[in-house]
């Protein structure tokens, strides 16, 4: 399926190409822009409250809910390790911040600290979220010690 889908692409004409490529281009930048907007200001904070508190009480629906926001956040790193690389357009160490905010595994807090400890990540996070007239991200004081792994 994917060699035939492939093969149809490679058929297209260079117009459709670039059509195809700045819509793709488009659709992640506004998906990326509407997480980072919708967040709460406390979400990489140590003073959140757990999300067991708000999660499904039902152990299938718990665990349904658990594999499509892992699923979700995979394909979220993999788009930003993609736009990461030179001359690909978009926030890649963004996208990778908010696939790791999605996944859930032992140790994910320590990278998430790690990317938002990148100037350039917190700073074009805050800016998105000042235009939209949300207040800044809240981050752990480092020395504090407040952590959630």
């Known amino acids: 399926m994917i060699t035939r889908v492939a093969r149809g692409y490679a058929a297209l004409g260079l117009g459709l190409k670039l ?3 700045a819509g793709g281009v ?3 930048t506004a998906v990326g822009i509407a997480m980072v907007v919708w967040i ?3 979400h990489f904070s140590g003073r959140r409250g757990e999300d067991g508190a708000t999660a499904p009480r ?3 629906l718990r665990w349904t809910v658990l594999a499509v926001r892992n699923a979700v956040g995979a394909v979220l790193v993999i788009l930003g ?3 990461a690389l030179p001359l690909v357009p978009g926030p890649g160490l963004v996208f990778i911040l908010l ?3 999605l996944t859930d595994f032992p140790g994910k807090r320590r990278i998430e600290r790690r990317l938002l400890g990148v100037p350039s990540v917190i700073r074009f996070i805050n800016e998105v979220r000042s235009r939209f007239g949300r207040a800044p991200l ?3 004081d480092p020395d504090s010690g407040a952590s959630r792994d």
């Open 99 to 101: 696939g790791f905010s």
């Open 19 to 21: 059509v195809i490529a």
């Open 26 to 28: 488009l659709t992640t």
């Open 58 to 60: 039902r152990t299938v």
């Open 40 to 42: 709460p200001p406390d």
């Open 81 to 83: 390790a993609v736009m």
């Open 138 to 140: 809240i981050l752990d």
